[in-house]
């Protein structure tokens, strides 16, 4: 089964970008759709997006809309978040997880997520 | 977006006896053409990644003990694990993925009594 490899832990100053990396061990991303969820510290768990990494298609909850950027590099099994815009709130630990899905275009579909990358955790501070 | 609600928000329960947690949705998620639920359970341990559990509302995951199932259909789920065990301890979330954005239920804690 494959398995999700994240970047490091970073510390990030407010206003700044974070670009966090997923790599697919094991496997590659192509069967697969990708999400990133995140948990800010002793919260629950958040989508913020996904792509298909075959069709190069992302889609992103409203509210990150404006600030995340989801890509996936199939040549290296690797998808990355970056998310713009720093602020405190943003200190959290982002996962990233295989999906199941369906659907073709700008109707696709992510269902359950199966397999989860061990978490990279963001903290962002002056 | 479709809310997801938990409950209970904590549960205490002696080992070897029975937990349920519940959750409820603010809409069916009950797929009518393909008569699925599109919910999803998921396990996460202190300081560890959620681990799914259970999807389709019932269907457990390849590996997971059977002492988890999953029950419900349309706006009422129920995770039950049928004898607890030490390492079950935990907090348990529910998803719904027939919408996106695919949203989680604020998670109940389980703890041994």
């Known amino acids: 089964q494959v398995q999700l490899v994240q970047s490091g832990a970073e510390v990030k100053k407010p206003g700044s970008s974070v670009k966090v990396s997923c790599k697919a061990s094991?496997?590659?991303?192509?069967?697969?759709?990708l999400s990133w969820v995140r948990q800010a510290p002793g919260q629950g768990l958040e989508w913020m997006g996904g792509?298909?990494?075959?069709?190069?298609?992302?889609k992103y909850a409203q509210k990150f809309q404006d600030r995340v950027t989801i890509t996936a590099d199939e040549s290296t099994s690797t998808a990355y978040m970056e998310l713009s815009s720093l602020r405190s709130e943003d200190t959290a630990v982002y996962y990233c997880?295989?999906?199941?899905?369906?659907?073709?275009?700008?109707?696709?579909?992510?269902?359950?997520?199966?397999?989860w990358g061990k978490g990279t955790t963001v903290t962002v501070s002056s | 977006d479709i809310v997801m609600t938990q409950s209970p928000d904590s549960l205490a329960v002696s080992l070897g006896e029975r937990a349920t947690v519940k959750c409820k949705s603010s809409?069916?998620?009950?797929?009518?053409?393909?008569?699925?639920?599109?919910l999803a359970w998921y396990q996460q341990r202190p300081g560890r990644p959620p681990k799914l559990l259970i999807y389709?509302?019932?269907t457990r995951k390849s590996g997971v003990p059977d002492r988890f199932s999953g029950s419900g259909s349309g706006t009422d789920f129920t995770l039950t694990i049928s004898s607890l065990q030490a390492e079950d301890v935990a907090v348990y979330y529910c998803?719904?993925?027939?919408?996106?954005?695919?949203?989680f239920g604020q998670g109940t804690k389980l703890e041994i009594k």
């Open positions: 997880a295989t999906n199941l899905w369906d659907g073709s275009g700008s109707a696709i579909n992510y269902y359950y997520m199966d397999v």
């Open positions: 094991g496997g590659t991303l192509s069967t697969y759709g």
């Open positions: 792509i298909i990494p075959i069709f190069g298609t992302e």
């Open positions: 809409q069916s998620v009950l797929d009518s053409s393909d008569n699925k639920n599109y």
């Open positions: 389709w509302a019932s």
């Open positions: 998803q719904q993925y027939y919408s996106t954005p695919g949203s």
